[in-house]
T-cell receptor, first 112, second 114 residues
Framework: GENVEQHPSTLSVQEGDSAVIKCTYSDSASNYFPWYKQELGKRPQLIIDIRSNVGEKKDQRIAVTLNKTAKHFSLHITETQPEDSAVYFCAARREYGNKLVFGAGTILRVKS | NAGVTQTPKFQVLKTGQSMTLQCAQDMNHNSMYWYRQDPGMGLRLIYYSASEGTTDKGEVPNGYNVSRLNKREFSLRLESAAPSQTSVYFC?????????????FGQGTRLTVV
């Protein structure tokens, strides 16, 4: 089955710096890769996603890149702000079967 | 539009007791999921239902059972609760792949087994 590994487990950056979180997946049939943000005590919410027919996607300060050959994808946050502090999860899903598997999460702390 | 609704929000059980966590979605989604969240372990998939009438095991199914009652509802049952099942449980739902794939989460159930 699918296995998703996420690194680092914790990340501290200074306000205004960039943050990068990386994930690898094991199932070559996975073709949908979302990223979720979870604030303390709240439910996870989608912030950006990418399908396997696309190599990169941007939404304002957030971008995701995908390398299908190496089976890894990354989340990039530029110009970090204190409100970016949260836990971030990557995930992978096959088109058929709809099984959605998450990584272990990254605690991002943005210091002001 | 409520999205995904879980009940209860909090529960304390004694070891050996049973309970059912309820989940309902009003977005006409085909797929539904149950996850547990433990510190440092992320969101681990317990069971999922790709469509009405089907259920499949996830990464950590032992000690749990599920029922996809209809398209809206997907329940999770603990037959004999154990302290190791103390966790926060999230239900989620998503549409079919071709229709949009975002998974929406419920607000979570904090379960403590003593």
């Amino acid at each position: 089955g699918e296995n998703v590994e996420q690194h680092p487990s914790t990340l501290s950056v200074q306000e205004g710096d960039s943050a990068v979180i990386k994930c690898t997946y094991s199932d070559s049939a996975s073709n949908y890769f979302p990223w979720y943000k979870q604030e303390l005590g709240k439910r996870p919410q989608l912030i950006i996603d990418i399908r396997s027919n696309v190599g990169e996607k941007k939404d304002q300060r957030i971008a995701v890149t995908l390398n299908k050959t190496a089976k890894h994808f990354s989340l990039h946050i530029t110009e970090t702000q204190p409100e970016d502090s949260a836990v971030y999860f990557c995930a992978a899903r096959r088109e058929y079967g709809n099984k959605l598997v998450f990584g272990a999460g990254t605690i991002l702390r943005v210091k002001s | 539009n409520a999205g995904v609704t879980q009940t209860p929000k909090f529960q304390v059980l004694k070891t050996g007791q049973s309970m059912t966590l309820q989940c309902a979605q009003d977005m006409n989604h085909n797929s539904m999921y149950w996850y547990r969240q433990d510190p440092g372990m992320g969101l681990r998939l317990i069971y999922y239902s790709a469509s009405e009438g089907t259920t499949d095991k996830g990464e950590v199914p032992n000690g749990y059972n599920v029922s996809r009652l209809n398209k809206r509802e997907f329940s999770l049952r603990l037959e004999s609760a154990a302290p190791s099942q103390t966790s926060v449980y999230f239900c989620a739902s998503s549409a079919g792949f071709s229709e949009g794939t975002e998974a929406f989460f419920g607000q979570g159930t904090r379960l403590t087994v003593v």
